[in-house]
């Protein structure tokens, strides 16, 4: 569906590294990274909104590099919605029609329905939720039936109830067999939408691949950081024990190489007891006991270690852990990432 070879931006003060991407027809892709890091960008030269300095462009087996965007088949709906402020809801929808020749009454019919957008077609862009905007916005870019539906950022300025809505629209549209590519910068919506996810950072394409590798293993640092590896720390390894910067030292696992590195552990993949656990469990103080909606993450202290252990209220409740105290933690072995010593961004 997309083929993004050698593409390339440059811009003073910025510069989007030459890039090769795919996506297939019917896919749900993410594309991710911090602020700042080009996602936008991406999303506009693919739309044609945003000139490119190298490489090609192929939609549909078309080469579009240099087709202007109303020969695309390409929507792209912004983060902020751009809605026009004068027109109501219907104006709004139907006005990129007149680009392309009118449209089926029955089309837009139905996406009002499945929108549930009738109520206020005779309305303003100013009189609605942040729910409402967006399915209006959604409903506008649908309008010219699009191959392809980029999204930048839309469920970021949403509530959570409005965003659940969203998501659920969203799902249902790629149910129907739209291609979409959305960017965030919100690992989550990565992992409750997405089939494949690109990893951008400071305009360098960092890792592609199914979200679930993606999540359990980052190819690096940087990617490690921004998928919610909380847990990043350089040690120096033989026979399978690490020796940290401050001496002391860690079981890891008899599988990983010897010599300097960095290494990675999700929060989830720390657990903690009452008492030691085998050799490969040390002792820790207990910083803060902090909550993330479902969960709880135990922000411990060992030496000048700073490490982030995750679980479940209930499990909290059985170790029943209080701040300062003392608790033994150990890694799971097979979730330990080893990532390259030297990686400029990390700690």
Not at 69 to 74: G, I, L
Not at 150 to 158: C, R
Request: include cysteine; aromatic fraction near 6%.
């Amino acid at each position: 569906m997309i083929r993004l070879a050698g593409l390339s931006i440059d811009l003073p003060g910025f510069r989007l590294a030459p890039l090769d991407l795919e996506v297939e027809e019917g896919e749900f892709f993410m594309l991710v990274g911090p602020s700042g890091a080009g996602k936008t960008l991406l999303l506009e030269a693919i739309a044609g909104l945003q000139p490119i300095s190298g490489g090609t462009i192929a939609l549909d087996g078309r080469d579009v590099t240099v087709l202007p965007p109303e020969r695309r088949r390409v929507a792209l709906v912004y983060q902020d919605y751009a809605l026009f402020p004068h027109l109501t809801v219907a104006q709004n929808i139907a006005y990129g029609l007149r680009f392309c020749g009118g449209g089926d009454r029955a089309h837009i019919d139905g996406l009002v329905d499945l929108l549930r957008l009738g109520h206020l077609l005779d309305r303003r862009p100013l009189t609605l939720s942040g729910g409402e905007r967006q399915r209006t916005a959604l409903a506008r870019a649908l309008a010219v039936r699009p191959d392809l539906l980029l999204l930048d950022e839309p469920l970021a300025a949403l509530d959570p109830l409005f965003r659940e809505e969203i998501q659920s629209h969203l799902r249902e549209l790629h149910g129907q067999g739209l291609t979409l590519l959305m960017v965030t910068h919100d690992f989550g919506e990565v992992l409750s939408l997405g089939q494949r996810v690109a990893v951008l950072d400071e305009g360098v394409l960092q890792q592609v691949g199914p979200v679930e590798e993606v999540f359990r293993r980052p190819v690096n640092g940087r990617v490690a950081s921004f998928v919610g590896m909380k847990n990043l720390f350089r040690a120096v390894v033989s026979a399978g024990e690490g020796r940290l910067d401050d001496g002391k030292r860690l079981i890891l696992s008899p599988d990983v190489p010897d010599g300097r590195a960095l290494f990675g552990i999700r929060p989830e993949d720390v657990e903690l007891c009452r008492e030691p656990s085998g050799e490969a469990s040390f002792p820790c103080r207990v910083e803060a006991l902090v909550p993330r909606g479902a969960v709880f993450d135990i922000v411990l202290r060992f030496g000048t270690l700073r490490l982030v252990a995750q679980m479940a209220p209930s499990r909290l409740l059985d170790l029943a852990l209080r701040r300062d105290e003392c608790v033994w933690a150990r890694f799971r072995p097979a979730s330990i990432c080893r990532f390259p010593d030297g990686e400029v961004g990390c700690p």
